[in-house]
């Protein structure tokens, strides 16, 4: 048991409501079928692998640096870390690469 100014706080309701809020956000995540789907794909195509990597970028398209005459005035970020399916498109590209190196030989040189 753990005392506040107030009042004791009992350690086991306490994660039980951590419990209940952590499943009941799990229900609402509606992209979760989406990504268990890409997380199933396996690659057993040479085109779709080299597709699929020519289509995912290895590094974020958006990010910049703005140079005005020869000085750096302002950055832009990343921003693909806020698109909810990066981690599986990222794993999907790496599975698709590591296909192309264990299974076809391929040198992926020009898709990094």
């Excluded at 199933?40 to 640096?65: G, M, S, T, V």
Aim: aromatic letters at 8%.
């Amino acid at each position: 048991m753990i005392t506040t100014n107030t009042q004791p706080i009992i350690l086991p309701t306490l994660i039980s409501h951590i419990e209940q809020t952590h499943q009941m956000e799990n229900k609402s995540d509606l992209l979760q079928p989406i990504r268990q789907w890409l997380e199933e794909i396996e690659i057993h195509n040479r085109q779709l692998a080299k597709f699929i990597a020519k289509l995912i970028p290895a590094q974020c398209p958006f990010e910049r640096d703005i140079v005005f005459f020869g000085r750096k005035i302002a950055h832009i970020p990343p921003m693909c870390k806020l698109n909810p399916l990066y981690d599986q498109f990222v794993g999907l590209r790496f599975r698709a690469l590591c296909y192309l190196v264990d299974e076809c030989g391929e040198d992926i040189q020009s898709y990094c």
